[in-house]
């Protein structure tokens, strides 16, 4: 059965770093998905962050954290990663890792993430 697990997440001081990872497992062909990162705050509406492709690697990102963010992926390990730098308070969230195909989609349960002084 897929699973997705994210890791990564914690407090962080604004302007610090972090590195959210998600290991997927029980996957046939997790190359063949399309990996993103959403995010949801409270009293928000959830948000796509960024997204990788399956097969290119073509990536895209949300205008509120492009140039600060990068998504990327090792399907030799089935893992993606999203390196965030020069985090904002408004980037707390819980952020959950999604792999989606023409067939199915599947969501971790996601980590939190607090950027505060």
């Known amino acids: 059965q897929e699973h997705l697990a994210e890791s990564g997440g914690g407090l962080v001081q604004p302007g610090g770093s972090l590195r959210l990872s998600c290991a997927a497992s029980?996957?046939?062909?997790?190359?063949?998905?399309?990996v993103s990162w959403y995010r949801e705050a409270p009293e928000k509406e959830r948000e796509l962050v960024a997204a990788i492709s399956s097969a290119s690697g073509t990536t895209n990102y949300a205008d509120s954290v492009k140039g600060r963010f990068t998504i990327s992926r090792d399907n030799a390990k089935n893992m993606v990663y999203l390196q965030m730098n020069n985090l904002k308070p408004e980037d707390t969230a819980v952020y959950y890792c999604?792999?989606?195909?023409?067939?199915?989609?599947?969501w971790g349960a996601g980590t939190q993430v607090t950027v505060s002084s």
């Open positions: 029980g996957f046939t062909s997790f190359s063949m998905y399309v």
């Open positions: 999604t792999a989606i195909s023409s067939d199915d989609a599947h």
